[in-house]
């Protein structure tokens, strides 16, 4: 079963810090991995994704993440945080081969001080 | 270019009454998922269809509750008795059917039982 695990339910940074929120996944088959953003009482929004190919994923928003499969790590990163991006954010695994419904973390907060 | 749309955004209702969403996904989509958002976690996954079909249904969905997706356009998802462990965000999201496309959400709808 896939699951996945995000460290650090709060991230707190200041404006023009780098950004790094952690992401590992459990899989049985290769993964597809999504990091999705989420600003208060609205749905989530697609950053960026991993399916094959290129293990650096670049996003919206200066955002970007690595596909590392020895440590089934996934984590975001953006080099300079800015006010605009205190939001929650998701990881999120599915399955290839299976029935590819998609499974989120718990979330991180991520809190940017000026 | 129109999104995933839900309605209604926000829902009160009394304890024992039933209530139900509504969620319109991108016309192309096959694939519709629910899932259920509570406070400071992740979205999880309560159940999702491809077109009219329901696939698969996570155990958290008790038997009060329903989905249904007629001529796989829109989908309903029913509460029957509601009870104050209901209240949450419920979200909507639809992809296309193949395994390395992202679901595309809408905005939810937050339902507090009183």
């Known amino acids: 079963a896939q699951s996945v695990t995000q460290l650090g339910s709060h991230v707190s940074v200041s404006e023009g810090a780098l950004v790094l929120l952690r992401c590992n996944y459990s899989?049985?088959?290769?993964?597809?991995l999504f990091w999705y953003v989420q600003y208060p009482n609205q749905g989530l929004q697609l950053l960026l994704k991993?399916?094959?190919?290129?293990?650096l994923v670049k996003g919206i928003n200066g955002f970007e993440a690595e596909f590392k499969k020895s440590e089934t790590s996934f984590h975001l990163t953006k080099p300079s945080a800015h006010m605009s991006d205190a939001a929650e954010y998701f990881c999120?695994?599915?399955?290839?081969?299976?029935?590819?419904?998609?499974?989120f973390g718990r979330g991180t907060s991520l809190i940017v001080h000026p | 270019d129109t999104g995933v749309s839900q309605d209604p955004r926000h829902k009160i209702t009394k304890r024992g009454q039933n209530v139900t969403f509504r969620c319109d996904p991108i016309?192309?989509?096959?694939?519709l998922y629910w899932y259920r958002q509570t406070l400071g976690q992740g979205p999880e996954f309560l159940t999702y269809?491809?077109?009219?079909?329901?696939?698969?249904k996570s155990r958290l969905l008790s038997d009060r509750f329903s989905a249904e997706r007629p001529k796989g356009s829109f989908s309903t998802l029913e509460i029957q008795r509601t009870e104050q462990g209901d209240s949450a965000m419920y979200l909507c999201?639809?992809?296309?059917?193949?395994?390395?496309?992202?679901?595309?959400f809408g905005q939810g709808t937050r339902l507090t039982v009183v």
């Open positions: 999120a695994v599915s399955e290839a081969g299976g029935s590819y419904i998609p499974t």
């Open positions: 899989s049985s088959v290769p993964p597809y």
């Open positions: 016309s192309e989509h096959n694939r």
């Open positions: 999201a639809s992809s296309r059917a193949e395994a390395n496309t992202e679901a595309f």
């Open positions: 991993y399916t094959t190919g290129a293990t």
């Open positions: 269809f491809q077109n009219e079909a329901q696939l698969e």
